[in-house]
């Protein structure tokens, strides 16, 4: 993520963060600061001193404007989830209403969210060349505000940022789920699915529906042309005629 003239943040004003786990992680980064620094930050985060921000695995890299012509390079490091927190997270996925694949698309609860977070003494190390060191200095903290509003608009971006992939979570192809004890049917469709109802008696296969009015209709949608139409229900009749010879090798 990149902006020539810098990444303009959305907050103008107060507290960054629009989840309660991330507004507390960069409370407490700003907490380390001396105030003046913190208030400094703010506003260079949201006059776009924060240059970019690039990420890979555990790794987050910002550009931050300075005092001197290059910019300043603030690296956030974050440390794999814990065995306690994993088992914890676990059990909340398995819980939750979309499981597994709905966490990893960024929606899930404040409660797994603080469990993701990484904690600012622990679990979060960073670093900057300027001399006002130890930090987190100015730029650590204005860097931490961009880190805050992209993790806002992607949540599922933490999974990453504490190395669980889908394949640890048990949510992809082929993944066995045992490095978090996942039930992968079960963390995928939550502990207790609502499921549709199989009516009764069973519907009819689409060769019985290609004379009812229903195939009529969906031909008539393609095409207002009467020739049209009688085709679009030959191409359907074909292709159940292939289908219907169609044997796996």
């Excluded at 810098?6 to 960054?16: M, Y």
């Excluded at 407490?28 to 690039?54: F, I, M, T, Y």
């Excluded at 904690?119 to 505000?145: D, I, K, L, N, Y």
Aim: charge should be negative.
């Amino acid at each position: 993520m990149t902006a020539r003239r810098g990444i303009r943040t959305r907050n103008r004003a107060g507290a960054f963060g629009t989840h309660m786990w991330s507004r507390r992680w960069i409370a407490d980064l700003e907490a380390g600061a001396a105030p003046r620094e913190a208030r400094q930050a703010r506003v260079d985060a949201r006059v776009g001193k924060v240059l970019s921000l690039e990420h890979s695995g555990r790794v987050v890299r910002c550009d931050v404007a300075g005092s001197r012509p290059e910019p300043f390079t603030v690296e956030f490091a974050f440390a794999e989830l814990d065995g306690p927190d994993a088992e914890a997270l676990r059990r909340e996925l398995r819980s939750g209403e979309g499981g597994v694949l709905a966490a990893l698309a960024g929606r899930y609860s404040d409660r797994v969210g603080f469990l993701l977070v990484p904690a600012v003494e622990g679990a979060t190390r960073f670093s900057c060349p300027c001399p006002v060191q130890p930090g987190p200095c100015r730029h650590v903290v204005a860097a931490g505000c961009v880190v805050v509003e992209w993790w806002d608009r992607s949540p599922e971006a933490l999974f990453g940022l504490r190395g669980l992939g889908a394949d640890v979570l048990g949510a992809s192809p082929g993944a066995s789920g045992e490095a978090l004890g996942i039930d992968v049917e079960e963390a995928l469709w939550g502990e207790d699915p609502l499921l549709p109802v199989v009516p009764d008696p069973a519907p009819a296969g689409l060769e019985d529906l290609l004379d009812a009015p229903v195939a009529r209709r969906m031909a008539a949608a393609a095409t207002r042309d009467p020739l049209e139409q009688m085709r679009v229900v030959a191409d359907l009749e074909d292709f159940l005629d292939a289908f219907g010879r169609y044997r796996a090798r």
